[in-house]
């Protein structure tokens, strides 16, 4: 780390003493072709000085002949500065191109520090973050939050100005908080297949997360059913454990043929239909679940397939009830919030 400061720091040097050479340059040959001019056309009444000689030559680089000289001396110069603004404003247009291209090469905006609320961070690049990040920002989805792409990248992927990406180990404290996790509502932490232990990283941005922010909602993929008891006294709030989730999908889906496809169009946007999450109205308040679910299909053509309700557990703590299909006697309360199967995000008042 010492032996990499130190050659960024050399590397700087170098840079600023050619940025030095080239300005005493600049100046050097501006006072030489003042005093020539001056010299030259001392009989012109125009530039009997050298501070007018200057001006000429300043006015003269920026918008053309102010005053045309005399003398065969003072015509050189003149030509020599139609050559020299020639050279200017080439290396004007080629810095503009090199920087486009630098720019395209090197992906989109790098932030140093993002000033977001409520807003979703990504921690990690992996083969799977485009994807999600497709996802997230998929049309059929209304209620939409600001992106976050927290991964140590020595380059920005992203070429798309609706997502922010900002440099930095997911697992480092500072890194997160440039990242703005300490007023993010969602962070979302998936696994990188590639990595010998793909779930060790996983846990260890899940841990940081926490220790930062509990409010914040986390969602985390893992692939070993095993290692969620790590999540769980880290009260991550969603373990997306592959591994257990392929199982049970592919038993079922050899029980009844075709669930796997059900299952696909269900939670992939700009296809089909997709569950969503919405808070109960108030119209529908002190209904039972029959009557909801014939009121939502009649009057806005959604299926209510579940409640998710706040409860209290033995110890008094706030935990979260997901009830899919509750009985009859089932009533909605204040609070609750439905997952409804739509073709596009529901705006029902």
Request: hydrophobic share 40%; glycine share 6%.
């Amino acid at each position: 780390m010492l032996n990499g400061n130190r050659k960024s720091t050399e590397e700087g040097s170098i840079a600023m003493k050619e940025r030095d050479k080239y300005v005493a340059m600049a100046c050097a040959i501006f006072l030489l072709e003042s005093v020539a001019l001056f010299l030259f056309e001392r009989s012109n009444p125009n530039l009997n000085s050298i501070q007018e000689a200057m001006w000429w030559i300043i006015i003269f680089l920026s918008s053309g002949f102010e005053v045309i000289p005399d003398s065969l001396g003072g015509r050189v110069v003149a030509t020599l500065l139609v050559v020299e603004g020639l050279v200017l404003l080439g290396f004007f247009f080629g810095g503009f191109a090199a920087h486009f291209v630098e720019r395209s090469l090197s992906g989109g905006k790098i932030m140093k520090k993002v000033r977001l609320k409520d807003h979703i961070v990504v921690c990690g690049w992996t083969s799977d973050t485009q994807k999600i990040l497709d996802e997230l920002t998929s049309k059929d989805i209304k209620t939409r939050r600001k992106i976050v792409v927290l991964a140590n990248l020595e380059k920005n992927p992203l070429e798309r100005e609706d997502v922010k990406f900002v440099k930095g180990d997911p697992t480092k404290d500072e890194d997160l908080e440039r990242a703005g996790i300490m007023t993010a509502n969602t962070a979302i932490i998936s696994m990188d297949r590639k990595s010998d232990n793909p779930d060790a990283k996983a846990i260890l941005t899940a841990l940081a997360v926490e220790s930062l922010n509990k409010s914040v909602y986390t969602c985390v993929e893992l692939q070993n059913p095993e290692n969620e008891k790590h999540l769980k006294h880290a009260h991550v709030d969603e373990i997306v454990c592959l591994g257990r989730l392929s199982q049970n999908l592919i038993v079922h889906s050899s029980l009844k043929h075709g669930l796997s496809l059900l299952f696909s169009e269900l939670v992939t946007h700009n296809f089909g239909h997709e569950f969503y999450k919405i808070k109960v109205p108030r119209r529908f308040l002190g209904e039972t679940f029959p009557q909801v679910v014939k009121r939502l299909l009649d009057e806005e053509g959604v299926i209510l397939t579940a409640i998710e309700r706040e409860t209290n557990d033995e110890q008094g703590a706030t935990k979260i009830d997901i009830i899919v299909n509750p009985g009859h006697d089932f009533v909605l309360a204040g609070g609750d919030h439905m997952f409804v199967i739509a073709r596009e995000e529901p705006e029902i008042q």
